[in-house]
């Protein structure tokens, strides 16, 4: 087997913020409110007509000049997100025709805001195995588009951007050294949009009732998300027989500055060895952990041999953590 490791990063936010205070016009919230309980102070928001897929390209190009990689050389693009450009053709078909990845296998997945980790891991497979050499892995979302802007227990949590990492075969023992997905579908309807796909096709009716918007029980969500977080970064770290205190970076999910606390405790993490921009951009469901990861490289915070803990959890509900020798 090859070690599959990240060669490169790179992302993109929209220049249109939304601050707090523009939130306080819209809906009955508070600056105070939203900071206290979420630790979110703005978010990116793309323009009217601005697809998801131009803020993925965007990042798709910035990993890949940051890795010195060319798109031919790509086997595999996989992009995860929950707001594809249209249901067909897949976000990562229009990506492979835009960046010319002739060679390129391309499809979306589809795990909420665990996606980046579930995709990184399946991109591994094929790298560790050698059947393929190179792979873009992108987390992407313009969550803006399906939020209710009447409803505040929603619409001050999500934002838009897209991260993206060039994944190939490094120095044996450096790389993702192990992963963890899961899910629990049980759990499906605590964050939903109900009128999106064959159940429920996007009607007049249900767009009338915001049924094509996201749905979500927030308070659910959390309890879910303070134990799942942990615990799929101590199931990766038990699979490889590594302590947790060998942890050097936590890059966790963007959900909620309480969640992030909550989980880096449980895995008895300083925060400032905790990954966090929450502040600045809210929740952006699958590229969280990618534009995270792609800031903290940018900043040069890793240095070669750090151990990096992903964690993601979200929608489905899934989770998923790998654990990263840089
Ligand atoms: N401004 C002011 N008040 C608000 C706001 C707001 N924006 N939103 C809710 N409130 C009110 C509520 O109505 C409630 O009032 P009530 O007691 O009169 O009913 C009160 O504040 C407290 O609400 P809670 O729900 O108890 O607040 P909580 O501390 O649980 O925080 C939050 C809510 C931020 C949503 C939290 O539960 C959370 O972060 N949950 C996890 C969400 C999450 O991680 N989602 C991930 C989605 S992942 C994906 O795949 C897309």
């Known amino acids: ?129 050698g059947v393929y050499k190179k792979a873009l892995v992108i987390g992407a979302e313009t969550l803006s588009k399906y939020i209710n802007w009447e409803d505040r227990n929603t619409c001050v949590l999500f934002g838009d951007g897209a991260g993206a990492a060039v994944l190939g075969q490094v120095e044996d023992g450096y790389g993702i050294l192990s992963f963890d997905l899961g899910s629990d579908g049980s759990g499906g309807d605590a964050i939903q949009i109900p009128s999106s796909g064959s159940l429920m096709p996007v009607s007049k009716e249900s767009i009338d009732q915001r049924l094509n ?37 936590l890059v966790p999910h963007q959900a909620n500055i309480r969640i992030i606390e909550s989980a880096a405790k449980r895995l008895s993490m300083p925060m400032d060895k905790v990954i966090v921009n929450i502040q600045k951009y809210g929740n952006m469901s699958a590229a969280c952990i990618p534009i995270a990861l792609a800031e903290a490289s940018a900043a040069k915070r890793f240095k070669k041999g750090d151990i990096i803990a992903l964690s993601g959890f979200g929608a489905g509900l899934t989770w998923a953590s790998c654990i990263i020798r840089w």
């Open 1 to 129: 087997l090859y070690s599959a490791g990240i060669l490169g990063t790179g992302y993109y936010v929209p220049e249109k913020i939304m601050t707090n205070a523009d939130l306080e016009k819209i809906v009955d919230t508070s600056d105070e409110w939203i900071v206290e309980r979420t630790g979110i102070k703005e978010r990116r928001i793309a323009e009217d007509g601005v697809p998801m897929s131009d803020l993925a390209m965007k990042a798709a190009e910035s990993a890949l000049a940051d890795a010195g990689t060319a798109a031919e050389e790509l086997d595999l693009i996989i992009v995860a997100t929950l707001t594809s450009d249209r249901i067909i053709p897949s976000t990562a078909c229009m990506l492979q025709n835009r960046l010319g990845a002739k060679h390129a296998a391309a499809f979306d997945l589809s795990a909420a805001c665990s996606g980046f980790a579930y995709a990184a891991s399946v991109a591994a497979q094929f790298i560790e195995t």
């Open 213 to 249: 918007l996201i749905h979500m029980n927030g308070k659910e969500v959390f309890k879910f998300a303070v134990k799942a977080m942990g615990r799929t970064v101590k199931n990766s770290l038990e699979k490889i027989g590594m302590p947790q205190e060998k942890i050097d970076w």
